[in-house]
C-alpha cells in the first residue's frame, strides 16, 4: 500500500471512529449514522461489483438478487428454524456462492450487453420467486421478525453499535480486495478486462477466473443482505427488485469503477442523496438517476474519485517550484 493510500486509509478509519460521536452533537445530524449504515451495507455490494466490472470487465445486474438470497437467507433460517443468526448468514452465502456458480459458468461465457441481459433475467427471477413463495418469504406482505444479532453474548442494538459493525466488515472486505487486485489474480483481472484473448493467449485462465470474481461479488453481496435483514428486521421484495440492481451500477459508475476508493465515495453519495434529496421526486426518481448517469457519462465517464485524483495530480505539477521563481 503506498503511502498516499495508507494516509487515506488511516483517515478513512478515523472518520468512522468519530462519526458517530460527532454527528449526536447535533439533533439535525444524529439520523446521518443511520445514513451511514446503509451507505456500508450498500458498500459491501459495489465493492465486488467494483472487482467485476471495473476490473473483470463483466457486467451484472443481478447483485440484488443476491443481495436478497442474502437476506431471505438469513430473515428465513431465524425467523423460520431459529437458527444463529451468525449461521445463518453463512448459509445464505453458502447459496448465493453456489447459485452465483450455477449462473456464471454459463451465463459468463456471454459478453457486453448480452451477458447484462442474462444476469437481468435472472434477477427478475429471483424476484419473483420472493414474491411468489408466500409461505417463506411472506410475498408481498413481507417477511418480518428478523432477529437482531448476538456479538460476544450481548446483542448489537444502537445505530452506533451496527454503525460499528457494517463498517467493519466494509474495511474488512475493502482491503481483502484490495489485496486481491494486487496480486496476480488482480493482474490477471485487469488482462481479461483490456483483452481476454490476449489474456488467454498469455495463458490466463479466463473462465475459471471470471466465473470465481463473479462468486466473490455474489457472496459480498449476500453477505450484505445478512447484515441488512438483520438491522432492518423486516424484508419485502421490493428491497431487490431490477431497481436496486441499477442503483448498485450507478454508485461505481458514479464513484468510478476501477477504483475501489470509487466504490465507497460514490455509494456513499447517492446513499445520501437517495435518502435525503432524492424521495421528493417519488415516481421520477429513476429519471434523476438516469440523468446523474448520463452526465458521468459525457463529462466524467472515469469516475468522480478518478477524476478527482488526475485533477489534483495535474494541479501539483502545475505548482511553481522555488527554482521556477514560485514561493
Not at 445478512?226 to 440492481?245: E, N, T
Request: proline share 3%; with cysteine.
Amino acid at each position: 500500500m503506498s503511502s498516499r493510500e495508507k494516509t487515506a486509509f488511516v483517515g478513512l478509519t478515523v472518520f468512522l471512529a468519530v462519526f458517530p460521536w460527532v454527528s449526536a452533537l447535533s439533533r439535525s445530524f444524529s439520523h446521518y449514522v443511520d445514513v451511514m449504515i446503509f451507505a456500508g451495507i450498500f458498500s459491501l455490494v459495489t465493492i465486488g461489483l467494483s472487482l467485476l466490472m471495473g476490473f473483470a470487465g463483466q457486467i451484472s445486474l443481478a447483485q440484488a438478487a443476491f443481495f436478497g438470497i442474502g437476506a431471505y437467507g438469513s430473515g428465513i433460517l431465524t425467523g423460520h428454524f431459529h437458527w444463529n443468526p451468525w449461521a445463518a448468514m453463512l448459509a445464505g452465502v453458502c447459496v448465493a456462492a453456489a447459485v452465483a456458480w450455477v449462473v456464471g459458468v454459463p451465463a459468463l461465457r456471454l459478453k457486453g450487453h448480452y451477458l447484462a441481459m442474462a444476469t437481468l433475467g435472472f434477477g427478475v427471477i429471483v424476484h419473483i420467486v420472493m414474491n411468489e413463495e408466500v409461505d417463506w418469504t411472506g410475498g408481498p406482505s413481507g417477511l418480518g421478525g428478523i432477529p437482531g444479532i448476538r456479538l460476544a453474548g450481548r446483542k448489537i442494538s444502537g445505530d452506533a453499535a451496527w454503525f460499528y459493525l457494517v463498517w467493519a466488515f466494509v474495511l474488512a472486505a475493502f482491503l481483502f480486495s484490495r489485496h486481491v487486485l494486487h496480486s496476480r489474480v488482480g493482474r490477471a483481472l485487469r488482462a481479461i478486462h483490456d483483452d481476454e484473448k490476449a489474456a488467454e493467449a498469455m495463458g490466463v485462465p479466463v473462465s475459471s477466473l471470471k466465473v470465481q470474481v463473479f462468486v466473490y461479488s455474489a457472496v459480498l453481496a449476500a453477505v450484505a443482505g445478512s447484515l441488512y435483514a438483520h438491522y432492518v428486521s423486516f424484508l419485502s421484495p421490493g428491497s431487490f427488485d431490477l431497481m436496486w440492481s441499477i442503483r448498485f451500477v450507478l454508485m461505481v459508475v458514479f464513484g468510478g469503477m476501477q477504483s475501489l476508493w470509487g466504490a465507497l465515495v460514490g455509494t456513499v453519495l447517492l446513499t445520501f442523496v437517495g435518502n435525503e434529496w432524492l424521495q421528493v421526486f417519488a415516481d421520477f426518481e429513476i429519471l434523476v438517476y438516469g440523468g446523474i448517469l448520463l452526465v458521468m457519462a459525457l463529462f466524467v465517464p472515469q469516475g468522480l474519485v478518478v477524476w478527482m485524483d488526475a485533477f489534483f495530480r495535474r494541479r501539483s505539477r502545475l505548482q511553481p517550484t522555488p527554482s521556477d521563481g514560485g514561493s
